[in-house]
């Protein structure tokens, strides 16, 4: 099948690799020249390993363009995605300018019986809209033209995209005739992927309703961490008991200084927003939510008491990324513990393998450094803030040796607090007891 894909971000690049694989023709619309002409040279706007390097294949092979005008290819289009940004407004809403822009761009050249697919992350309740908005701007011309819409959401993980797109663990489709029905079947035939069709409003919920949930997982640990914490008990082992149980599962599971990105803060404000709108609040993902504004500032209290201060001293953070693999650092914890520290007066050095520039256009006073060895001299306190192979693999034996004062905070539990204990270190990690 032809396939458009408007929108060049994170979830549209990595859709087109995807399909593009899987033997259909893709062309990716976007409107920023520069960001055009780059991938036109098969450079990537974001870090996402093994994406960059199929996408040069693909484009050798002729199965993948990037233009910026979608008259250039909508007539051969036989499917056209929406995959571009809905970030939230100050309210939490979901932005929707982008979405509907597009919507609109495709309605005044829309052919018949092309399927417009919905990828973006919308409220429930969106496709159907922006499916009467094409309809109304339609009517306007004067052909007849018939167009299905299906809203199917996107279940990447960041880090792990390019697996998660080539072999999904499932496909949601909200569709609302047979024919789109069949012409989805037909898009998705080599994925090898269960599918699950419903409606427009149950495929949109599903989205936020996944990520709602890992998150409570999260925020679940991560609040029980600190009672662990008062009571001696070991989050670690509980996690670990927990996962036993199959109707539990050990995923999502693991404490920490709490979780950032670029979709579960944004998803649950939208949801708790629309939650509110419709007058049927979401009292449990509001507890998820305040538990995890308040956990990095729960463990830098910890921090704080057990350094008896933090105003001079050398703080090294490891890791400024949301997660490892990533060059994202939306909502990554780290700036709030950056802010923590600074307010407190603290001298900060921090190491990243990818982040370091973008958090240097926030926080332009700070030290970086890309090598963590060079972060550990001399620095008073060691502060783990995510689990990169590169830091979690330091020689922590050597490194002891260059650290000012060998104490360290775990704010992932990635390290094995017997082994540092027995390395000379004093270890604090998340609801560990200590
Ligand atoms: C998340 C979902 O996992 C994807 O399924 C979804 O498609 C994506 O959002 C999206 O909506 O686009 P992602 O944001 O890439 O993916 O990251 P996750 O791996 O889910 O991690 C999110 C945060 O939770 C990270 O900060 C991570 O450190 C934290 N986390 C994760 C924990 O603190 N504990 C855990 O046990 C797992």
Known sequence: MNIGIIGAGYVGMTTSVAFAKYGHTVFVIDHDQDKINQLNQSILPFYEEGIENLLNELVKEGKLFFITNLEECIDQCDILFITVGTPSSKEGVANLSFVEAAAKEIA?????????????????GTSRKIKEMIRKEVEKRTEDISFELVSNPEFLREGKALFDALYPERIVVGCETEKARRKMEELYKDFNSPILFTTLEDAEMIKYAANSFLATKISFMNELARLCDKVGANINQVAKGMGMDSRIGPQFLQAGIGFGGSCFPKDIKALLALANVEEAPLHILQAVSNVNQTQVNWFMEKME???SGLSKKRIAILGLTFKPETDDIREASSLKVIDFLLRRNA????FDPKGIEHVKKIYPSIHYTSNPYEALKGAEAVLLVTEWKEIVEVDWESAKDIVAQPFIFDGRNALDPATMENLGYRYVGIGIGN
Do not use: E, F, H
Request: proline letters at 4%; charged letters at 15%; hydrophobic letters at 45%.
């Open 108 to 124: 005044s050249r829309i052919k018949t019986d092309q399927v417009i697919m919905m990828k973006s992350t919308v409220p429930v």
């Open 305 to 307: 008491q057990q350094l």
């Open 347 to 350: 001298s900060i050095i921090a």
